[in-house]
């Protein structure tokens, strides 16, 4: 049986969409490993991306800067996978008390 894997969320996080489902800026996906492109920037294949960025009620990927535009942004939302929805399997459990 493996080790249940832990991950810090921020409390103010919205709850994590079903697979498939549009991204909400939940952050499972990249708290837990990087994508490709965050592999690059993190120089790691576990844990949570360094690119991953709070901004008030949600998470976003600060590789994309703020206004991604043109090849650059193209490609940084390719390799992220950017609306292509959810494709985390990681259900969070709420810690234990």
Known sequence: ????????????????????????????????????????????VRGACVALRWEGERYVCGALGAKPSGLRGWLVRRWIAAGQGCDCSLEPQPPEA
């Open 1 to 44: 049986m493996s080790r249940p894997r832990i991950i810090e969320i921020h409390p103010a996080a919205p709850p994590k969409p079903l697979e498939g489902q549009p991204c909400n800026g939940c952050g499972v996906c990249c708290l837990a490993e990087p994508c490709p492109l965050g592999v690059l920037l993190s120089r790691r």
